[in-house]
């Protein structure tokens, strides 16, 4: 980052003729988020209730916490993911724009941050500000849409009018609107206001708008999301399974379609065994390791071993976010096959691989 440039600056332009398919985004600030207690997320801590004794009217999901900050910055790697998002243009404010950036710029997506005025942060508590500028260094480029000299009443750098101050953001809100072509990922419940007028301005320039609200209610809030026992890892659950391609597992150099033929493969130390493996489809790869010679520790290192590969898989941002979002629910490997040892058959069974994936998911959301 090298100091703000004027949404006209050559190097604006340069930087939009270098991405041209790039994706606005808006939406809600911490206030507007639903309450923690209405959320699967684990409750606040006492800790942050005494430091911020204001948090249910300004930050009553626990945005600036570090669970909250965390899961919502891993549902939007998922979404940014699962988006295809090719770059994106952000406002880094807080609440859904500080979250939406620091995702784009941990997957390395080109981002470029658009601030209202270039003093904006100071409005904001000191922790918030150090966040603000660590996230302005790291972006490609920042666009200031409005001086703050022209927002000035006095002074002070928060002597700012109130209704220029307005303008700005919005200001702001329009140039993320007009400019690139790809969709714009807004955060919107719905309820009127600044989130709800960049909408507004995004249908009447017939941007496509993907708004996500649904996706976060559908993984985070309560009332949406059943406490029953995830049981078989099938249909809207299928990405929970070992035979799910579309994440390869690199184990000793080789490279495995799904986790079911790496961990097969890995029943035998012989490299020159193990190869067949890194082209075989999970059922096939199930099959040809019974017939594998195991290696004389097999018994002791496999789960272990499986641990180790779903949590590679489960490196997949999207697939994180997918993980936590099932909140507190039991997931249970129940099948009709008969095995009992990763799973549950007839009601009977260990559940290793239903325990492996519950472990990886508290990680997730502490880590």
């Keep these: 980052m090298n100091g703000f440039y004027a949404p006209g600056a050559p190097e604006v332009l340069a930087w939009f003729a270098a991405h041209p398919e790039v994706s606005g985004t808006t939406g809600h600030r911490p206030k507007d988020f639903p309450r923690r207690e209405d959320t699967v997320l684990e409750p606040l801590t006492e800790r942050f209730k005494q430091r911020n004794p204001n948090y249910p009217k300004y930050d009553p999901m626990g945005l600036d916490e570090p669970v909250g900050e965390l899961a919502m910055i891993e549902f939007y790697k998922g979404i940014l993911t699962t988006r295809k998002v090719k770059a994106l243009n952000a406002g880094a404010a ?108 995004c249908n009447q320039l017939r941007r496509t708008l993907d708004n996500i609200y649904p996706d976060f209610t559908k993984q985070f809030l309560i009332a949406e999301t059943s406490k029953e026992p995830i049981c078989g890892f099938q249909g809207e659950f299928r990405w929970m399974s070992n035979f799910i391609p579309g994440h390869p597992i690199k184990m000793q150099g080789m490279n495995y379609e799904t986790v079911e033929a790496a ?77 009992v040892y990763w799973g549950v058959s007839k009601g009977v069974g260990e559940n290793h691989l239903g325990k492996i994936l519950m472990a990886i998911r508290e990680e997730a959301r502490t880590n």
């Design 263 to 339: 961990y097969q493969a890995a029943k035998t130390n012989d490299l020159a065994l193990r190869e067949p493996f890194t082209g075989m489809k999970p059922g096939a790869a199930k099959q040809a390791g019974k017939k594998l010679p195991l290696r004389a520790d097999w018994e002791q290192v496999k789960l272990d071993l499986m641990k180790a590969l779903i949590r590679t898989k489960f490196k997949d941002p999207a697939l994180r976010a997918k993980l936590i979002g099932t909140g507190e629910r039991q997931l249970i490997e129940s099948n009709p096959w008969g095995d």
């Design 94 to 201: 807080l609440g859904h724009d500080s979250l939406i950036t620091e995702a784009g710029l941990q997957l390395g997506l080109p981002v470029m941050i658009s601030v209202p005025f270039e003093t904006q942060q100071l409005l904001w508590p000191k922790a918030v500000q150090a966040k603000w500028r660590s996230m302005l260094e790291r972006a490609d480029i920042v666009v200031c849409v409005t001086p703050v000299e022209r927002l000035k009443n006095g002074t002070g750098p928060t002597d700012l009018d109130m209704e220029l101050m307005k303008a700005a953001m919005s200001d702001r809100n329009k140039f993320m609107m007009a400019n690139g072509t790809g969709p714009v990922i807004a955060f919107w419940s719905g309820k009127p206001g600044g989130t709800g007028n960049a909408v507004k301005q």
